[in-house]
């Protein structure tokens, strides 16, 4: 079965740091450029389209940053453990939000059909 399964996420105050993991079972996560992505509490029931935040492209594994997190975050990918992970510092209020991962089209346009999984949320609060 195809699948990636979020982690990591939790509460952290202003300023501090989290490391989110996306593992993925059924296919092998270095053949995919694979994005960051994220959506405001409660929006999903709005329509609100996830945001993309990051990306790691297939093979060499390039990233792109979206400039609100530029600095600050980091991408990377672990191909032994077939997952992603997103180093997330210096966080801010505004960086709340349940975070998910998915294969995309190219990592410039953050294009994706994937079928959301559950995320994982983060909460940035003092």
């Known amino acids: 079965q195809v699948r990636l399964v979020e982690s990591g996420g939790g509460l952290v105050q202003p300023g501090g740091s989290l490391r989110l993991s996306c593992a993925g079972s059924?296919?092998?996560?270095?053949?995919?450029?694979i994005g960051w992505f994220r959506q405001a509490p409660g929006k999903e029931h709005e329509g609100v389209e996830h945001?993309?935040?990051?990306?790691?492209?297939?093979?060499?594994?390039?990233?792109n940053y979206k400039d609100f997190v530029k600095g600050r975050f980091t991408i990377s990918r672990d191909n032994a453990k077939n997952s992603v992970y997103l180093q997330m510092n210096s966080l801010k209020p505004e960086d709340s939000a349940v975070y998910y991962c998915?294969?995309?089209?190219?990592?410039?346009?953050?294009?994706?059909?994937?079928?959301w999984g559950q995320g994982t949320r983060v909460t940035v609060s003092s």
């Open positions: 998915a294969p995309v089209e190219q990592c410039r346009t953050f294009k994706t059909e994937w079928n």
């Open positions: 945001e993309g935040v990051s990306c790691i492209s297939a093979g060499e594994g390039g990233t």
């Open positions: 059924g296919f092998t996560l270095a053949e995919y450029h």
